[in-house]
């Protein structure tokens, strides 16, 4: 989700308050794909989840055994989460907040997932840095995002790309992380009505030197 303000777009928060605010989830209930996949490369603890939207991911979390909290610019999103939350008998963390100056804390969170967190390129700047410092000794940054390649697919995902990834961008940007996979690939992306069909993304874990 666009999580700040981009030259010739609606603005972010109005418009996702928009989307979230219906009684369906936009981008289902389930978790997103890399992240079920890879769960064996999480370490157990505190898990960070960014741009969550309506929650998906921190609940799936939640049910696995971490202690999860969660951020979204919208108020709507995290009714939602917290409402999946308790449908799935778990307790998320979920905060209101905007990306571009919500406190990660420091060296306190051991996994961080950002799935989907499309934000424009000096807000992505700061956030990753602040990401890496606010893993703990050990903790993994778990990240999918769409490429510049998805702009114009229809399959969901930014609209330009100045919003978008690549792993170029990814090495640069979470400098002091030890990357244990970087990937830019298509896949098939399913994931209820906001995310459904081919996908041009970019997949990263990394982890912090312990």
């Known amino acids: 989700m666009v999580a700040a303000p981009v030259t010739g777009m609606p603005d972010p928060r109005s418009l996702w308050e928009g989307r979230f605010g219906g009684e369906s989830y936009v981008f289902g209930t389930e978790p997103n794909g890399f992240l079920r996949s890879r769960m064996a490369d999480l370490p157990a603890g505190r898990a960070l989840c960014l741009a969550e939207g309506e929650g998906r991911n921190a609940v799936f979390l939640a049910q696995a055994g971490w202690d999860v909290a969660s951020v979204d610019l919208t108020e709507s999103g995290v009714a939602k989460t917290r409402r999946l939350a308790a449908d799935?008998?778990?307790?998320?963390?979920?905060?209101?907040?905007?990306?571009?100056?919500?406190?990660?804390?420091?060296?306190?969170w051991d996994v961080i997932v950002s799935i989907f967190a499309h934000v424009p390129p000096t807000v992505r700047r700061d956030l990753h840095r602040r990401v890496v410092g606010a893993l703990a000794p050990g903790g993994v940054l778990l990240l999918e995002a769409y490429t510049p390649d998805q702009v114009g697919r229809g399959t969901g995902g930014p609209p330009?790309?100045?919003?978008?990834?690549?792993?170029?961008?990814?090495?640069?940007?979470?400098?002091g992380l030890e990357l244990l996979h970087g990937q830019e690939l298509e896949r098939e992306v399913a994931e209820g009505t906001g995310h459904t069909g081919v996908g041009a993304v970019v997949q990263v874990i990394a982890r912090r030197p312990a």
Do not use: I, K, S, W
């Not at 799935?88 to 306190?108: I, K, M, P, S, W």
């Open 160 to 175: 330009v790309p100045e919003l978008t990834m690549t792993l170029d961008d990814l090495r640069d940007e979470l400098a």
């Open 88 to 108: 799935r008998g778990v307790t998320v963390d979920a905060a209101q907040g905007d990306l571009a100056a919500f406190d990660l804390g420091n060296e306190c």
